[in-house]
Nanobody, 122 residues
Framework: VQLQASGGGLVQTGDSLRLSCTAS????????LGWFRQAPGKEREFVAR???????SSADSVKGRFTMSRDNDKNTVYLQMNSLKPEDTAVYYC?????????????????WGQGTLVTVSS
């Protein structure tokens, strides 16, 4: 499975962005999907995930601001990010895996996209 993330950019505090991640080369509907991010000098952290059956979960730091969804017909997963803050600045990675558990852990995912940079200015 190849994952291609897009949609990052430079925005101001309070703005919105929608990230997309399109998969190719696999059965998209079989995979749980996650978004992770890594800020400069920090470890990669969980942002949100959607299970194969569609249920979603997100990190406390983004809850109420970020929404993840999947479109199995388009082999694409989205991360709608609203009310962005400077601390959201990071490279955002999408990931796919067949695990049904521990989907907030990076090691549960097998395939990773190349990352897209989100920069939020104050």
């Amino acid at each position: 499975v190849q994952l291609q993330a897009s949609g990052g950019g430079l925005v101001q505090t309070g703005d919105s962005l929608r990230l997309s991640c399109t998969a190719s080369g696999g059965s998209f509907g079989r995979y749980a999907l996650g978004w992770f991010r890594q800020a400069p000098g920090k470890e990669r952290e969980f942002v949100a995930r959607v299970a194969t059956y569609g249920t979603t979960s997100s990190a406390d730091s983004v809850k109420g601001r970020f929404t993840m969804s999947r479109d199995n017909d388009k082999n694409t997963v989205y991360l709608q990010m609203n009310s962005l803050k400077p601390e959201d600045t990071a490279v955002y990675y999408c990931a796919a895996g067949t695990s049904s558990y521990y989907l907030d852990v990076a090691s549960s995912y097998t395939y990773w996209g190349q990352g897209t940079l989100v920069t939020v200015s104050s």
